[in-house]
Every structure is written in C-alpha cells, then in structure tokens.
C-alpha cells in the first residue's frame, strides 16, 4: 500500500461533543465543520479509563491499562499522572524510556486481552520508519515494546512544526479535560482549573497543532480517556488530504459515526501504508462523506453533531438505567410469579370469580412477556431527549408492550392455548432478527441490548439479545410441533420444529447478522434435542457425542471461513480463529470464565441463577413431584411442554457455561418464558372451570 501522506494524531482526554461550540471551542468546531467526525468508546481493561489507559491502547491496539495503586480490573481506582520525563537513555538512543514501562507489561499480560503495550512502535521501527511523540501521553503511545521512545520532546509551540515534520507519524498529547466535580480525590491528575478552562486550554493547543502540521498531512483527533470516573462516549475527528466533511466509521463497530479507541491503531499503520498485525482488536477507521445537503452546510453540520449528541446522550443515560430496570423488572416477575402461586388454592370464590382472577393474571404475565421485544422498539423513539429520561424510556417501552399485548389479547388467537405465546415469541424474534439484518441500531443503547461505553459489543446478537432470541425460538419450535403432532403428523412436526432452530442458528451464527461464536452450540442442542422427541429417538451417549462433534465442526468450519476474509473484514469468528493460532485461545476462555464468576457473584439478584436451574430441573425431571404441581395439568395436555422446556433449559445452561456474562442468560431468558409458560398453565386452570373444553383449532393441541 501506497503511503497516504504524514499523519498526526493529537491525543486528548474527557472531551465529549457535548463540550463542543462555535464559540467556545472554534478549532475543534472547525474539525465538526469540515472534517471526519465520530463518537469513540475508549472502555480500557478497567469500568473507567485513565489518561494513562488511553494511550497504552493506542499503543497496543487493544485494550490495555495501568495496574498502578488502587487499580483493578472492573473497579473505578484512582488515575495515575502521565510521566513527565523519560529516564536515561540507552547507548546510541537520542530520546529514552518511559518509566512505569515494565509494570505497563505486567498489567497487560494480566489483564488475558492479548495486548502488546509497544506494537505500533514496533511495527513502525520494524519497517524503518518513526514516530516523533510530543509530549508525555505521546511517550507511552510511540513507546517500542522494550519501552524505548526513539523521537521525543515536551509540548513546545515554536518548534512543534519542526518537530511533526521529523517523521512521517507524529503523536501530539495537549493535554486532558478532568472533570473536578467527578475525578477521585486520590488522582495524581487532580485538577486544579475548572472544567470549562480546562476545555478552552484544550482547543487553544488543536488550533496550534493544526497549525503546524506539516502540508498535505492529515490530523486524526482522539479523546482517549474519560474526564473522571464517569465513563462516556468521547470525540474522534480527522481532517486532511484523505478526509472531509462527513463520517468516520469502522467495520468493528459497524455502525455509522461510532468507532472504537482499538481502531486508531491500526488507523495509523494502513495510513502509514504498514501491514495490521493479525492480533489487533480494531479496524481502520473509514472516510464516508457527507451526502446533501453540502457537508460544510450550517444544515449538515447541525445533522452531524445532533447524531454523535445522540450517541453520546443515549448511552450515558441508558448506562445508568439498566441495573435498576433490571432490579425492578425482576421484582415486579417475582411477585407475579408469587401470586400465580397463590392462585393454585383451588378454594377462593366461585367457578365464575376463580376463572376471572385466573384470566386476569393470565393476561397480565402475557403482556409481561411482550416488555422485552419492546425494551429495543423504544429506540425507534428518541426518549433520551426526554427532559426525565427514566420517564421517557419507561413510556416508549409501555407504547411498544401495550401494542404488542393488544396483538397477542384482541386478536382470534386470543382463545387458543398458544395462540398469545405464539404472536409474542414471533414479535421477538422478528425484532430482533431485523435489527441484526439491518445494523443492530435498536440493539445499541437499549435496556436489555448492547452499550457502547462498555465496549463489548456493537453489533449481531450479544448474550442478552440472544437468550431473549433462542428463547423465543424454542418456545415457537414448542408451539408449531404441538400442532403438528396433534394433527397425526411427527415427522412433519420434527422437520418444522428442525426449520424454525435451523433459520434461527444461521441468523445468530452469520458474520454478517448475528456474529455470534458462544450462541449457536447452545441454541443446536435444545433444537435437536426436541426434534429427537417428537421422532421418539432415544438419546445415547453416542448420539449425544456424534451432536457435539457435528456442532463443533460446523463451528470450525464458519469461523474458519471467516478468518479467510480480510483481517479488518472478520467478525468474532474469523478473530477467535486468529487468537487460537497466536496461542491466545487458552487466555480467552479463562476471561470469559473470570467475568462470568465476577458478574455472577457481583450482582446478587444473579446468584438466584443457578438455584433456578437447578429447581427448574428437578421440576421437569420429576413432574409427578409435588413441585411440579402447578405444571402437570398442562404437561398432560400438551405433549411436547415438557420435553420442550427442558430443551430451553438445557440451552439456558450450555450458554450460562460457554459465554461470558453468561448468567444472564438464563435469567433474561426466563423473563420471556416464564410468564408466557405461566400464561398456558393459567389458561389450562380457566378451562378446567367450565364445562366446555377450550376452543382450540388456530393450534390444536393433544387431548
């Protein structure tokens, strides 16, 4: 590859686009007008990321971090200051060493993320070329991995041009916005201006640098780092020959105007026209010009900045929102779950108030059910506008639940046994299998979707979005094989039962849509395992080995078409594929297992998981038990509930193993099956009450 021209890249700190304005900051401005612009996750290996974190990423591509005092994975610690100067230099070297470095190092290979603190030093030098780094964030950033920074000075207005011009890649640091009101009172980098001054000052030092850069280079702008222990999206810029006024996207995000902090790295090196080491965890960033009205148009530049506003306003706000969603909605099923259990008390009332009260709860844990389809339909609204956005969020999901369970209620289904359950699981599904199609947008910034200032996903089918998927499917896979079977007809049942798991395995599976590696050897087993049933195929040892090695090698086989695509092309596949042959498999599933214990004991309501599973087995394993009282009229009359509720359960436990945050996988999946089951039960209860049985033909089921 051609070299594109010098490039820049200024490093900053905690600024947000929410900070930027034409009179405030007029050089930043000038970048919204006529550059490049993103909103940038910069989550490190730590919940918030330190000045210092920042610019280690940068330096390795992948998320890295500091492990100073008081710094641990996961927790909000104290941010250690940027070192001012480099120790003494080596024989032969003009700059010298960062200090720190070798603890840098350490935390890096501690942190199982596969970073090399150094890679684009390194990869630079490799092929003789430099770096010149001013100032000390630009140190750590331009450091070889031995910790070497062979060009270096401190921020200097009047010899900053002589010096960008040194070298073909330059990294500028002015300097980092730390919030007074929100940095840890234990922060070597306290600040001691305000924050609007500290802003100012920023701007002040981009006008400079974009002054001095050298003709025909271009000037990439990074926020690395949070202003304090708030984490947010921050600001990304570019500017030059290769860039004008638009867009800057990513195919690691893949979503328009959001990019990833592991994305300059290799940004940097195709600039530079280097070859991207296969371990890096980013893409290059893409120049997407603005279309009409004119990108420097006071309309498109309005258009522009109301879009990163958004992305910066909704995961902050939603951020903050999830856990007492969670905590609430979780408490809200249990006490459902809890008087459905009163309602098993055959001795209240009479025939006629018994069935009302059973119909009315029945009602009510259907329209449970359809709240967390609609938790990603309230992204169609823009509720983090909403003056009190836990008021706005909380309304545009009730719009979403109340037209779905008006579907589910009112409609000629309404009497069938499965006929709710069957329009809430095809409104799941169907959401969510669009969103993933076409770009996962309701999925970001949504209560039980991805967030991007966590970083972990931005696109396909995350844990929490695929328990809800595979959960649904299963219960569908339930519906349409009761009816089948019903009818006379298992081996039509089995191949309907086999379509429905196979279109949803390719849909989470696919790089394109899904990009799921931990979903599908789940979501496999519970279909074959219903399909089994309906044919009466009795499971052996050797069945039950032939299906593991069958769905591990159709793993192998797409995430190894996968890899063959270019490396900024794959999807986690094609990534875990890499990792396995650079030997980083091993460290990538202890990480998995470590946040999967972390999540599971930090979160108590969690810890009810496997206690659930282990009491939802013993249910299903012994239906005559008493604990399974409440189920068993329902067992009798459908022949396939129980054996298709053990296939959910069974995927609920292969993903709470395989994934990590796996926990919540089965309980976000038990927030769309148990009320949806409970929702049968009750409705088996009603028709028990009347003389008449209950009108059935939309979904016949077994007598």
Same mark, same amino acid.
């Given at each position: 590859?051609?070299?594109?021209?010098?490039?820049?890249?200024?490093?900053?700190?905690?600024?947000?686009?929410?900070?930027?304005?034409?009179?405030?900051?007029?050089?930043?401005?000038?970048?919204?007008?006529?550059?490049?612009?993103?909103?940038?996750?910069?989550?490190?290996?730590?919940?918030?990321?330190?000045?210092?974190?920042?610019?280690?990423?940068?330096?390795?591509?992948?998320?890295?971090?500091?492990?100073?005092?008081?710094?641990?994975?996961?927790?909000?610690?104290?941010?250690?200051?940027?070192?001012?100067?480099?120790?003494?230099?080596?024989?032969?070297?003009?700059?010298?060493?960062?200090?720190?470095?070798?603890?840098?190092?350490?935390?890096?290979?501690?942190?199982?993320?596969?970073?090399?603190?150094?890679?684009?030093?390194?990869?630079?030098?490799?092929?003789?070329?430099?770096?010149?780094?001013?100032?000390?964030?630009?140190?750590?950033?331009?450091?070889?991995?031995?910790?070497?920074?062979?060009?270096?000075?401190?921020?200097?207005?009047?010899?900053?041009?002589?010096?960008?011009?040194?070298?073909?890649?330059?990294?500028?640091?002015?300097?980092?916005?730390?919030?007074?009101?929100?940095?840890?009172?234990?922060?070597?980098?306290?600040?001691?201006?305000?924050?609007?001054?500290?802003?100012?000052?920023?701007?002040?030092?981009?006008?400079?640098?974009?002054?001095?850069?050298?003709?025909?280079?271009?000037?990439?702008?990074?926020?690395?780092?949070?202003?304090?222990?708030?984490?947010?999206?921050?600001?990304?810029?570019?500017?030059?020959?290769?860039?004008?006024?638009?867009?800057?996207?990513?195919?690691?995000?893949?979503?328009?105007?959001?990019?990833?902090?592991?994305?300059?790295?290799?940004?940097?090196?195709?600039?530079?026209?280097?070859?991207?080491?296969?371990?890096?965890?980013?893409?290059?960033?893409?120049?997407?010009?603005?279309?009409?009205?004119?990108?420097?148009?006071?309309?498109?530049?309005?258009?522009?900045?109301?879009?990163?506003?958004?992305?910066?306003?909704?995961?902050?706000?939603?951020?903050?929102?999830?856990?007492?969603?969670?905590?609430?909605?979780?408490?809200?099923?249990?006490?459902?779950?809890?008087?459905?259990?009163?309602?098993?008390?055959?001795?209240?009332?009479?025939?006629?108030?018994?069935?009302?009260?059973?119909?009315?709860?029945?009602?009510?844990?259907?329209?449970?059910?359809?709240?967390?389809?609609?938790?990603?339909?309230?992204?169609?609204?823009?509720?983090?506008?909403?003056?009190?956005?836990?008021?706005?969020?909380?309304?545009?999901?009730?719009?979403?639940?109340?037209?779905?369970?008006?579907?589910?209620?009112?409609?000629?289904?309404?009497?069938?046994?499965?006929?709710?359950?069957?329009?809430?699981?095809?409104?799941?599904?169907?959401?969510?299998?669009?969103?993933?199609?076409?770009?996962?947008?309701?999925?970001?910034?949504?209560?039980?979707?991805?967030?991007?200032?966590?970083?972990?996903?931005?696109?396909?089918?995350?844990?929490?979005?695929?328990?809800?998927?595979?959960?649904?499917?299963?219960?569908?896979?339930?519906?349409?094989?009761?009816?089948?079977?019903?009818?006379?007809?298992?081996?039509?049942?089995?191949?309907?039962?086999?379509?429905?798991?196979?279109?949803?395995?390719?849909?989470?599976?696919?790089?394109?849509?899904?990009?799921?590696? !931990?979903? =599908?050897?789940? *979501? +496999?087993?519970? &279909?074959? $395992?219903?399909? %089994?049933?309906?044919?009466?195929? #009795?499971? @052996?040892?050797?069945?039950?080995?032939?299906?593991?090695?069958?769905?591990?090698?159709?793993?192998?086989?797409?995430?190894?078409?996968?890899?063959?695509?270019?490396?900024?092309?794959?999807?986690?596949?094609?990534?875990?594929?890499?990792?396995?042959?650079?030997?980083?498999?091993?460290?990538?599933?202890?990480?998995?297992?470590?946040?999967?214990?972390?999540?599971?004991? !930090?979160? =108590?309501?969690? *810890? +009810?998981?496997? &206690?659930? $599973?282990?009491? %939802?087995?013993?249910?299903?394993? #012994?239906? @005559?038990?008493?604990?399974?009282?409440?189920?068993?009229?329902?067992?009798?009359?459908?022949?396939?509930?129980?054996?298709?509720?053990?296939?959910?359960?069974?995927?609920?436990?292969?993903?709470?193993?395989?994934?990590?945050?796996?926990?919540?996988?089965?309980?976000?999946?038990?927030?769309?099956?148990?009320?949806?089951?409970?929702?049968?039960?009750?409705?088996?209860?009603?028709?028990?009450?009347?003389?008449?049985?209950?009108?059935?033909?939309?979904?016949?089921?077994?007598?």
């Amino acid at each position: 590859m051609a070299l594109n021209g010098p490039i820049v890249v200024v490093g900053t700190g905690g600024l947000s686009w929410s900070d930027v304005s034409a009179q405030a900051t007029p050089a930043l401005w000038s970048l919204l007008r006529d550059g490049a612009t993103a909103a940038l996750s910069v989550r490190s290996v730590h919940a918030n990321t330190c000045p210092v974190d920042g610019w280690l990423t940068l330096s390795a591509g992948e998320q890295a971090g500091d492990a100073g005092p008081g710094r641990g994975s996961g927790a909000k610690p104290p941010c250690r200051s940027l070192p001012e100067h480099l120790t003494t230099p080596p024989a032969g070297m003009t700059a010298g060493k960062v200090p720190h470095w070798d603890e840098y190092l350490a935390a890096a290979a501690a942190t199982r993320f596969s970073a090399s603190p150094g890679l684009l030093g390194d990869q630079v030098a490799a092929h003789g070329s430099c770096i010149q780094a001013v100032g000390p964030g630009a140190a750590l950033g331009a450091a070889r991995s031995n910790g070497i920074v062979d060009r270096y000075q401190p921020y200097d207005a009047p010899t900053l041009a002589a010096a960008l011009a040194s070298c073909p890649a330059a990294l500028v640091d002015v300097g980092a916005v730390r919030d007074p009101a929100d940095v840890d009172p234990r922060d070597e980098s306290t600040p001691t201006t305000s924050r609007p001054q500290q802003v100012v000052a920023v701007d002040a030092r981009v006008a400079t640098v974009l002054k001095a850069a050298p003709q025909g280079s271009d000037v990439l702008l990074a926020s690395l780092a949070d202003g304090g222990a708030t984490e947010r999206l921050r600001l990304v810029a570019a500017t030059g020959p290769n860039f004008g006024a638009g867009t800057l996207e990513s195919s690691s995000t893949r979503q328009p105007g959001l990019v990833q902090l592991k994305d300059l790295t290799p940004t940097v090196l195709q600039h530079l026209g280097l070859p991207l080491p296969p371990r890096l965890g980013g893409s290059p960033l893409r120049f997407v010009p603005q279309g009409a009205p004119a990108g420097s148009s006071g309309q498109a530049v309005n258009e522009r900045l109301r879009a990163l506003l958004d992305y910066g306003q909704a995961s902050h706000e939603v951020h903050a929102l999830v856990e007492p969603f969670f905590y609430g909605w979780t408490l809200l099923q249990l006490a459902l779950y809890l008087f459905a259990a009163v309602l098993w008390r055959r001795g209240w009332g009479t025939s006629t108030q018994r069935r009302r009260l059973l119909g009315v709860t029945r009602r009510v844990a259907v329209v449970a059910s359809t709240v967390p389809a609609s938790t990603f339909l309230a992204n169609l609204l823009p509720w983090w506008r909403f003056p009190a956005p836990l008021v706005g969020v909380v309304a545009a999901v009730a719009v979403f639940a109340t037209a779905i369970s008006m579907l589910a209620l009112l409609g000629p289904w309404r009497r069938r046994l499965f006929g709710p359950l069957v329009v809430v699981c095809i409104a799941t599904t169907a959401v969510l299998a669009a969103d993933v199609m076409t770009g996962s947008r309701l999925q970001l910034s949504s209560l039980m979707g991805e967030q991007p200032v966590v970083g972990g996903r931005y696109f396909g089918l995350g844990n929490v979005s695929f328990a809800l998927f595979a959960t649904a499917t299963l219960l569908l896979c339930i519906a349409a094989g009761s009816h089948l079977v019903s009818l006379g007809r298992p081996r039509t049942a089995a191949a309907a039962v086999a379509a429905i798991g196979m279109v949803a395995v390719i849909i989470d599976i696919s790089p394109s849509w899904g990009s799921d590696l !931990g979903g =599908p050897p789940a *979501l +496999l087993p519970g &279909v074959i $395992l219903l399909v %089994l049933t309906i044919l009466q195929v #009795r499971l @052996t040892w050797r069945r039950l080995l032939a299906i593991g090695g069958g769905i591990g090698a159709l793993l192998v086989l797409l995430g190894l078409l996968d890899w063959r695509r270019p490396v900024e092309s794959r999807s986690h596949l094609g990534r875990f594929v890499q990792t396995a042959i650079d030997g980083g498999a091993w460290d990538i599933v202890v990480r998995k297992l470590e946040q999967n214990i972390a999540l599971l004991f !930090g979160t =108590p309501l969690l *810890l +009810l998981v496997p &206690v659930g $599973l282990v009491l %939802l087995g013993a249910i299903l394993a #012994r239906p @005559t038990s008493r604990a399974a009282s409440p189920l068993r009229r329902a067992f009798g009359r459908v022949q396939l509930l129980r054996p298709g509720l053990i296939a959910i359960l069974v995927m609920w436990a292969l993903g709470f193993a395989l994934n990590d945050s796996g926990a919540a996988i089965p309980a976000v999946g038990g927030t769309l099956a148990l009320p949806l089951v409970l929702a049968v039960a009750l409705r088996t209860l009603e028709d028990e009450t009347v003389a008449e049985p209950a009108t059935t033909s939309a979904l016949p089921l077994p007598r």
